[in-house]
């Protein structure tokens, strides 16, 4: 069942990827509170590493990463040398063990097959990779071909996600992102042609002029592909933050209650096709390490999203990458030039973050709890601080208590966020009392 409040769902709260989110990073904590982190880690630490790729081929106007595009090609090498001479910093001072590696960007294609393998010998080279660790990849489906997805198999990628979106042309033109169906789906069948079985794809709603006939016809398209995962991210308009988002028709875009819809037809044809419905926006096949984390508790969330590799530790290389320890998160250098002078000379580039204390992993903890697995045990919390200020959000029948619980009823998924908000002390989140409708 699906109930639009309309007096919440339009509030504007973060994605909870951290928490603190990065609206509290500071250039009060930079990269000598990083080698502290680093340094206090051992053997037995697990970690996951995020390699950024700030480059793209040409730029789309919904996109809110850290990414630019390549121009001269001779940008990706250097990029790579500096890249390659990170990953032996941070790989010398790191003790523990790899799980998982993910690149993202950006597109992480924008390298040639041979950079890009250039990175893979390099993290093989400085870390202790588990032998089952997961090697993923973000691509773009518009620079693909059978070449490339060989060389990204030879490098060792296990999963990729492509980036489709939509599959509506018009939409795509508002967005500045032309690609066919059958070009995504060539990429896809590149993909398995060369052994990369795990597929995920990416999709939105909330886009300029789409409507949910737009949003039936895309997931009926995307099933053809017949993914691992789907991703269906809401499109966040923020033009003052974003200056390519200026380019996008303010006016076109859906109204709150038509994103709830497009949302919620998502949804419903989803999980009507088999796939499970993870966290508030990921659905995997059930037989999916995805759908088997998130029955049995074990789902996490990161900076990448929903998420089963269980390591406490992301380690983030590149220009603009986040590090996440468990009492600490740091940024690297955003401006890709003086983050490749620090790179280079063996530095670490981290320089703006936030150190989190007791009560910051107490509130991240409970935050996560309630977006991978919607419920969280609060008795601490209380202890700490009285009662969290959720008695609106219980008369609206977002959620329940059960004792020292807090549980996210059937309806009030779509507002998972909001419920999270609650339990953030840095953020004021108004809710006016009101009935469903």
């Known amino acids: 069942m699906h109930v639009f409040l309309p007096e919440i769902a339009d509030q504007s709260v973060p994605r909870y990827t951290s928490y603190p989110t990065a609206m509290a990073f500071t250039p009060a904590v ?54 390659v001479r990170e990953i032996e910093t941070v790989g010398r001072r790191f003790p523990g063990r790899v799980t998982a590696v993910h690149f993202g960007g950006g597109s992480p294609n924008a390298l040639s097959t041979g950079l890009f393998a250039l990175v893979c010998h390099a993290i093989r080279a400085s870390f202790s990779v588990s032998g089952d660790a997961e090697w993923a990849a973000e691509l773009d489906p518009r620079h693909l071909d059978e070449s490339y997805a060989q060389g990204l198999a030879a490098a060792g990628i296990s999963r990729v996600s492509l980036g489709a979106q939509t599959f509506a042309p018009q939409i795509q033109a508002r967005i500045n992102r032309i690609q066919p169906f059958r070009q995504v789906a060539r990429s ?4 398995r042609a060369a052994g990369i079985e795990r597929i995920n794809l990416d999709l939105m709603y909330g886009l300029p002029g789409q409507t949910l006939d737009d949003i039936a016809a895309t997931i009926a398209q995307a099933l053809l ?9 809401g499109y966040a308009h923020l033009p003052l933050q974003l200056p390519r988002q200026r380019m996008i028709d303010s006016t076109a875009l859906p109204t709150a209650r038509e994103r709830f819809w497009q949302s919620a037809l998502a949804h419903d044809l989803l999980t009507e096709a088999g796939y499970d419905p993870v966290g508030f926006d990921h659905f995997a096949r059930h037989g999916d390490g995805l759908s088997a984390a998130a029955r049995t508790g074990e789902l996490r969330r990161n900076f990448q999203g929903f998420t089963d590799d ?27 030039g003086s983050w490749r002078m620090r790179a280079a000379n063996g530095q670490l580039t981290g320089v703006r973050g936030v150190e989190r204390d007791a009560d910051d992993r107490l509130r991240g903890a ?17 202890a700490r601080h009285g009662e969290p200020a959720i008695d609106q959000l219980e008369a ?41 409708v």
């Open 30 to 83: 930079g990269s000598g509170q990083q080698a502290a982190a680093l340094a206090a880690l051992t053997a037995e630490t697990t970690a996951s590493i995020y390699i950024h790729i700030p480059y793209c081929h040409q730029i789309c106007w919904y996109c809110g990463c850290n990414t630019g595009a390549i121009g001269k090609v001779e940008r990706l090498a250097t990029y790579v040398a500096a890249l």
């Open 225 to 233: 592909l017949r993914p691992d995962r789907i991703a269906m991210f």
């Open 366 to 382: 409970i935050i996560e709890r309630l977006l991978c697995q919607g419920e969280a045990d609060i008795s601490t919390y209380i």
């Open 188 to 191: 896809a069948a590149a993909m």
């Open 310 to 336: 269980p390591a406490d530790v992301v380690l983030g290389i590149g220009a603009s990458a986040i590090s996440h320890f468990p009492d600490l998160i740091v940024q690297n250098e955003k401006h890709v």
């Open 396 to 436: 609206l029948g977002v959620v329940r208590r059960i004792t020292d619980r807090i549980e996210i009823t059937d309806i009030g998924w779509p507002y998972a966020r909001i419920v999270a908000a609650a339990f953030d002390s840095r953020r004021s989140v108004t809710l006016p009392l009101s009935r469903a």
